[in-house]
C-alpha cells in the first residue's frame, strides 16, 4: 500500500526567505509523486512530478523537490517565497494499479498550509 | 485549451435529498475521476472512469453514491440520499491515458462542486 505524510500542517514565511514543505512516502513499488498547489476557490494544479527520471525534479514559479529513496521523502523547496506562493500544497502519491493507464488515480496527503509574510 | 468544467459550482441541500453534480472532461482524455474534498483534508477518490468503464470504485460508498459516464464523455456524480457527513468539495479531473514512454498522463482538475448538506 501506498501513503504520504506531510509533516506539517501549517508552514509560515517572510517574503523573500526560502520554502520547505516536507513530506515523507511509503511504497512498495517505485512511486510516482507529485506535488500540487490549491489557491483559495480555485482548482487543482500540478507543481512538478518524479517519475523515476532526475531525482532533483524542477517545477512552476520556481519551485523544486528532490527525490531521496534512502529517506522515503520528497520534500518540496524555494529559494525565495512571493505573496502569491500562499496556498495549500499537497503531497501525492500515484496508486499503484493493475495497468499503467495514467497518473490520475492519487493518494493525497493532508496538505501544508503556506502563509508569506510581507 | 479548455479545462475541466464542473456544475454547479456550489449546491446546498437539506439530509435525505438527492443531488447530482456534473463534469465534462477535457476533449480527448480517456480517463476521468471524481474526488472528494472534505474540510482540512486532501481529495479522496471516489471513482475512477476509463472512455464509459469503471476502472476503481473501491472508495465510492455505493450505498448512496453513484457515478456514470455515458458515451465516455461527460460524467455525472449522484448522491441518494445525501447525510450531513457528505458536505465536501467535489472535484472532478481527467487525464490521457498512457501511450507509449512519452505520454503526459497527469490529471486536471476541475474548480469543483461545493456541497454544504444542511
Known amino acids: 500500500a501506498q501513503s504520504v505524510t506531510q509533516l506539517d500542517s501549517h508552514v509560515s514565511v517572510s517574503e523573500g526567505t526560502p520554502v520547505l514543505l516536507r513530506c515523507n512516502y511509503s511504497?512498495?513499488?517505485?512511486?510516482?509523486l507529485f506535488w500540487y498547489v490549491q489557491h483559495p476557490n480555485k482548482g487543482l494544479q500540478l507543481l512538478l512530478k518524479?517519475?523515476?527520471?532526475?531525482?532533483l525534479v524542477k517545477g512552476i514559479n520556481g519551485f523544486e523537490a528532490e527525490f531521496k529513496k534512502s529517506e522515503t521523502s520528497f520534500h518540496l523547496t524555494k529559494p525565495s517565497a512571493h505573496m502569491s506562493d500562499a496556498a495549500e500544497y499537497f503531497c501525492?502519491?500515484?496508486?499503484?494499479?493493475?495497468?499503467?493507464?495514467?497518473?490520475?488515480?492519487?493518494?493525497f496527503g493532508k496538505g501544508t498550509k503556506l502563509s508569506v509574510k510581507p | 485549451e479548455a479545462g475541466v468544467a464542473q456544475s454547479p459550482r456550489y449546491k446546498i441541500i437539506e439530509k435525505r435529498q438527492s443531488v447530482a453534480f456534473w463534469c465534462n472532461p477535457i476533449?480527448?482524455?480517456?480517463?476521468l475521476y471524481w474526488y472528494q474534498q472534505i474540510l482540512g483534508q486532501g481529495p479522496k477518490l471516489l471513482i475512477q472512469?476509463?472512455?464509459?468503464?469503471?476502472?476503481?470504485d473501491s472508495q465510492l460508498p455505493k450505498d448512496r453514491f453513484s457515478a456514470e459516464r455515458l458515451k465516455g464523455v461527460d460524467s455525472t456524480l449522484k448522491i441518494q440520499p445525501a447525510k450531513l457527513e457528505d458536505s465536501a468539495v467535489y472535484l472532478c479531473a481527467s487525464s490521457l491515458v498512457r501511450q507509449g514512454r512519452s505520454s503526459n498522463t497527469e490529471a486536471f482538475f476541475g474548480q469543483g462542486t461545493r456541497l454544504t448538506v444542511v
Open positions: 472512469f476509463q472512455n464509459n468503464g469503471v476502472v476503481d
Open positions: 476533449s480527448g482524455h480517456a480517463t
Open positions: 518524479y517519475t523515476s527520471a532526475a531525482t
Open positions: 501525492v502519491v500515484s496508486r499503484q494499479m493493475n495497468y499503467g493507464g495514467s497518473q490520475g488515480n492519487l493518494i
Open positions: 511504497s512498495s513499488y517505485s512511486p510516482s
